[in-house]
């Protein structure tokens, strides 16, 4: 049976001969949203790389500490005249040569922070990133407001992002259905659960406005009005340092969702956030209406 605290209705469903059926799970907005979310996101990790290659290193408080780095990607030669990349975090140096420090650049070993394929648009055009970031950066602050207001005026937050109290009550037993690839099945599947009712929730609330704002505070030209921040965090470096961390966590998260939507069917979960469909299995014992 339909849910009928669900905003769908007998029209948005279709019954299978097979016990399934297919519900209308994402609105047109939200796959938009998601989306246009998507492409900005690319845009701004790939461009940031490039720009953070024209120094790649972070430092702690207002100056850049060139003895103390917090992060530093650099090369090094051997007396034998070998070019080695090197990653040294808080002290402890690594040797990353191929990939972070030193990488092939046509053909070549070349000092570099990340590689080439790494970075976009070009392998030394800083000033073209540097405007892709701040464009895509813009668009992607709108999209999130769209997100939030939407999400906030209409019934997605609370119907899908609102964690009840069964989710709290259940959030150990779902950790351990991630952990060992469990995943819900029937009417469950089409739901959110707990973990990802957090996660979205961090990343739009939490992760989003900090990295926009750590962004801002880094420019010169917004210091009269964010100066507070920067006193907050300890200086432009720390404000720097923050907003590459904060970056790693969205690739995390990325990394994971991604993960996610393959083991957990990417057919039927790519379906759903590109028409707004989502094909669930329905149970045997449901009612004549759901066979």
């Known amino acids: 049976m339909p849910d009928p605290n669900s905003s769908d209705t007998l029209a948005d469903v279709r019954f299978r001969p097979d016990q399934s059926r297919t519900i209308y ?8 949203m998601h989306w246009i979310n998507v492409l900005a996101m690319f845009v701004l990790l790939l461009s940031g790389l490039q720009i953070f290659n024209a120094h790649p290193a972070l430092y702690w408080g207002n100056t850049s500490d060139f003895d103390r780095p917090v992060l530093a990607l650099g090369a090094f030669q051997t007396p034998d005249g070998e070019l080695r990349g090197q990653t040294t975090i808080v002290g402890h140096a690594f040797d990353t040569t191929g990939v972070l420090g030193a990488s092939k650049v ?11 394929w790494l970075t976009i648009p070009g392998s030394q055009w800083l000033a073209m990133a540097r405007r892709w970031h701040f464009f895509f950066a813009w668009l992607f602050v709108l999209n999130g407001l769209a997100y939030v207001g939407y999400s906030l005026i209409g019934p997605h937050f609370r119907r899908d992002l609102k964690p009840t109290r069964t989710d ?5 037993r779902s950790i351990i259905d991630h952990a060992l690839l469990r995943h819900p099945k029937g009417e469950a599947a089409a739901r959110y659960n707990v973990l990802q009712k957090l996660a979205y929730l961090i990343v739009a609330f939490v992760l989003g406005p900090l ?9 010169p030209r917004m210091a009269t009005v964010l100066g507070w921040v920067l006193d907050l965090v300890g200086g432009r470096q720390s404000a720097r340092t923050i907003h590459f ?13 991604l993960f996610e939507v393959l083991v957990s069917g990417a057919a039927n979960e790519i379906r759903s956030i590109v028409t707004g469909r989502f094909r669930i299995k329905v149970a045997k014992g449901d009612t004549d209406e759901s066979k």
């Open 245 to 257: 961390i904060i970056a790693a966590f969205f690739v995390a998260f990325l990394l994971v969702h």
């Open 25 to 32: 799970r994402h609105t047109l907005p939200i796959r938009l």
């Open 168 to 172: 709290w009550r259940g959030i150990g």
């Open 211 to 219: 990295i926009v704002l750590m962004g801002l505070a880094m420019s």
């Open 106 to 116: 046509n053909g070549e070993l070349q000092s570099r922070g990340f590689p080439t």
